[in-house]
């Protein structure tokens, strides 16, 4: 199997309206570090083969934002600047990816060094600090390894009983039950080849279509990621009870 060159992507453009502080959650102090920071440091503990997987990261932030350069981070960064939603702000940092690829590849006679082929770009949410590097190893390994071209993603089957809502006049009812054994959470990281991801969310910022994460923008083109199982730790700082999770984890 070829080696493949892999890049990562960690979105820290919001500001978390929910988690209900005055602060982008991304930048909440957990143990001495910021929730960033703990995220970065596991991509920074990724190993494929005898070897760290990432060499720098691409970190995406507002226009706004005065705090993630003054930071000391596990891995050398490039920022870029992120847009209106998370769609925009992915787009922006994958398309910097893009950009280094055919910039290497003009740079060499030898094409097969720019060649994005074997790119693949893994994408990671600043506000999931409590990620696994052994989680990320798997979701390497099984993805790209089996060149799995419509890329996959840490994801847990849903262990709760599950309900859909109606309103009866000003209440909440559950009208019905669905079948968790069809469900997953959703998380990140979601890896994918450069070469499908860059052209189909240029496509999707071109023509406006609405995606929640990068799994959904692939099915929407008929392309289906698979799922690989994760933790039920690797939470998303959402609400401020998160925080508590957050902390007593990374103790």
């Known amino acids: 199997?070829?080696?493949?060159?892999?890049?990562?992507?960690?979105?820290?453009?919001?500001v978390g309206k929910r988690f209900g502080s005055a602060t982008p959650k991304q930048y909440t102090n957990i143990h001495h570090l910021t929730a960033l920071q703990h995220s970065i440091l596991a991509l920074s503990q990724v190993h494929f083969g005898q070897t760290k997987?990432?060499?720098?990261?691409?970190?995406?932030?507002?226009?706004?934002?005065?705090?993630?350069k003054t930071?000391?981070?596990?891995?050398?960064?490039?920022?870029?600047?992120?847009?209106?939603?998370?769609?925009h702000s992915v787009f922006h940092g994958v398309r910097h990816i893009w950009q280094q690829c055919q910039a290497k590849q003009h740079q060499t006679e030898q094409r097969q060094v720019g060649d994005i082929s074997n790119h693949w770009v893994l994408i990671?949410?600043?506000?999931?600090p409590c990620v696994l590097a052994t989680d990320i190893e798997r979701l390497i390994v099984e993805v790209c390894e089996n060149q799995e071209r419509a890329g996959g993603l840490l994801a847990v089957p849903v262990r709760?009983?599950?309900?859909?809502?109606?309103?009866?006049?000003?209440?909440?009812?559950?009208q019905q039950t669905l079948d968790r054994s069809q469900l997953w959470l959703a998380q990140t990281p979601q890896i994918f080849p450069l070469a499908t991801l860059y052209p189909l969310l240029k496509k999707a910022i071109k023509e406006s279509i609405e995606f929640t994460d990068e799994a959904s923008l692939f099915e929407h083109f008929g392309l289906y990621p698979r799922l690989i199982a994760g933790s039920h730790s690797n939470i998303k700082l959402t609400f401020p009870e998160d925080l508590l999770f957050a902390k007593a984890f990374l103790a």
């Open 1 to 14: 199997m070829i080696t493949p060159h892999l890049h990562c992507v960690v979105v820290a453009a919001g």
């Open 53 to 68: 997987a990432f060499e720098r990261c691409c970190l995406v932030i507002s226009d706004e934002d005065s705090t993630a």
């Open 71 to 87: 930071l000391d981070f596990a891995l050398p960064m490039d920022f870029v600047l992120g847009g209106a939603e998370r769609m």
């Open 124 to 128: 990671h949410d600043a506000a999931r």
């Open 160 to 174: 709760d009983t599950v309900k859909r809502q109606a309103r009866q006049g000003d209440n909440i009812v559950s």
